[in-house]
């Protein structure tokens, strides 16, 4: 132990392999995942408090994640203030009437302005809340002590909830939404002799399609044009949704035997990794790909989602681009677009840390709110703001904020086990004595109480205001809970029904920024 405690470096990595072990182990298929750390850290610091981080890991780390949370969902979030604004108003609202419960119950029961603030993010399961928490109150213990108390309830009730959720009907008169269909491609035959250009066609009433090969009977097939006429014996490849393609193919005429895009002869396909950074944050218009190589951009996939290659498309760095294009012109399009896995990591150094840098300056400016005193935004909520929107604007001139998915996934976990190892080594002690005391049953029984209004008021407004199906439903509340498990627990559940997340990607961010404004302000109390 005393040799550990003299090397904290050491020390760092045997807290994150052992929690990182214990977190992988499920039950009944669920795990507790990456919050596994912190109980490690709360017990390694109890047998000695002594094993504790310097708070500059836990700072760095803290930093990293809230910014890269923000980066990642800054595009999503100012988009779904517009188009998803009741779900994401009932997270909102929830979260905050939440937080008016945990404030009563912290008066109630005489617990410290840390502790209440702790209660709050231990029974939402949300972790950077509770950093948040630690760095206003200095880092005194309370905050993590009512988190660990209270986050196993968290986690088990709403998952409860979400299998209520997805077992339950539609209310009566409800609309239960179907499935937003994936992208797909059909070739059709033009059998009417209603002359259409394809420009006009790319605009049906079930949502955009896209054209990507042309042939005129029976001759060479080329990559279709916007004014492309398309007459009774052609055949044209069309990508888009589902319901969309039928529309096309009612339009046009019937669909075909000969399937264009196994015909490579003449126009050839290929999945190619956007890595060339002067395209980071520019539009699928931007690459002028029809101009330079009479190639045309349709699919892009991100993460594990395909989207339709629009022109307005904004694209990131990683971004797999399918691209049709004349055979002997595909190795220039692949070097235009670069197509390096290892330029598709680069984590952007220059963007990274001007954007944190700018982050943390916002987070040390004062706050004033009336009745309350003043309040820092701090390592947490000042990154996490900024990086939402650095991650709305993309870039700014020849400055890339930007990041690659896999890049940002692997900051935002990086730094979440970083904080969690700091947090918990500075509260073992505090934690043990309150399991042993009356305190601790206080917060558990008041961190099940917070979870199951959350649970009941989230389904409720939701089933019977809102009228959303059970899949949407079960999205919403693990976005609101913030926590992986549910979200996890639901895709397995609706074999990954798209609806799922949906849901959770709408009211996501949303949930997360709530979060960490309302426990901090919940130590101010």
């Known amino acids: 132990m005393s040799y550990l405690v003299e090397q904290p ?46 708070a500059m890991i836990g700072n760095v780390g803290l930093a990293l994640f809230a910014y890269g949370v923000g980066v990642m969902a800054g595009p999503s979030f100012f988009s779904s203030l517009r188009t998803g604004a009741k779900p ?18 912290g008066a109630l029961l005489g617990l410290t302005p840390g502790s209440i603030a702790g209660l709050y993010a231990g029974a939402n399961t949300n972790t950077p809340a509770l950093a948040a928490a630690v760095e206003r109150v200095g880092g005194a213990p309370d905050p993590t002590v009512a ?36 992208i797909r491609n059909a070739t059709i035959k033009v059998t009417r002799d209603n002359v259409l250009t394809v420009r006009e066609l790319t605009y049906t009433p079930y949502g955009r399609v896209l ?26 490849l069309v990508i888009g949704p589902q319901r969309a393609i039928d529309h096309v193919v009612k339009q046009l005429g019937r669909l075909s035997q000969i399937r264009l895009d196994e015909e490579r002869s003449d126009v050839d396909f290929r999945r190619m990794v956007l890595s060339q950074k002067q395209f980071y944050g520019r539009t699928i218009a931007d690459l002028e790909l029809w101009r330079k190589y009479d190639a045309r951009a349709t699919r892009v996939r991100r993460a594990d989602h395909d989207f339709l290659a629009t022109d307005g498309f904004i694209l990131q760095a990683g971004d797999r681009i399918r691209v049709a294009a004349p055979k002997e012109r595909m190795a220039d ?32 400016l004062p706050i004033l709110i009336p009745g309350l005193g003043t309040l820092e935004l701090g390592h947490a909520a000042g990154p996490l703001i900024v990086g939402l929107i650095l991650g709305r604007l993309q ?47 206080k917060l558990i029984a008041a961190g099940v109480l917070v979870t199951a209004v959350h649970a009941i008021a989230l389904i409720g407004i939701a089933k019977w205001v809102l009228r959303a199906s059970g899949q949407r439903i079960a999205g919403y509340a693990a976005a609101s809970q913030t926590q992986p498990a549910v ?9 990954h029904d798209e609806r799922v997340a949906l849901g959770y ?18 130590t101010l109390t």
């Open 333 to 364: 399009v692949a070097r235009y677009l670069g197509d390096s896995e290892h330029g598709s990591s680069d984590i952007n150094p220059l963007g990274l840390a001007v954007g944190v840098a700018l982050g943390l300056l916002l987070g040390q």
């Open 9 to 54: 470096v050491l020390l760092l990595f045997v807290l994150l392999a052992l929690g990182t072990a214990l977190g992988n182990i499920r039950v009944k298929g669920i795990s507790i995942g990456p919050a596994a750390v912190l109980f490690v850290a709360l017990g390694a610091s109890a047998i000695d408090p002594e094993l504790a981080l310097p």
């Open 211 to 236: 054209f990507s090969r042309h042939q005129v009977g029976d001759n060479d097939i080329h990559v279709s044009r916007g004014d492309t006429l398309l007459k009774t014996g052609d055949r044209v």
């Open 147 to 182: 988190y660990g108390l209270t986050y196993a309830g968290g986690v088990i009730i709403m998952l409860a909830a979400a299998a209520y959720a997805l077992r339950s009907a539609p209310p009566e008169g409800g609309i239960d939404e179907a499935a937003p269909d994936p």
């Open 395 to 441: 870039r700014t001139g020849p400055v890339v904020w930007s990041l690659p998915h896999q890049s940002i996934e692997v900051l935002n976990q990086l730094g979440i086990l970083l904080f969690l190892a700091y947090a918990g080594g500075r509260a073992g002690t505090a934690f043990v004595d309150a399991i042993q005391s009356p305190l601790g049953l």
């Open 487 to 495: 979200l996890a627990f639901a895709n397995s559940a609706t074999n």
């Open 88 to 105: 994401v108003a009932l997270v909102a609202s929830t979260l905050a009437a939440v937080g008016g419960l945990c404030w009563g119950l």
């Open 505 to 522: 990607a709408l009211v996501y961010p949303v949930a997360m920024v709530t979060k960490i404004v309302i426990a901090q302000l919940l």
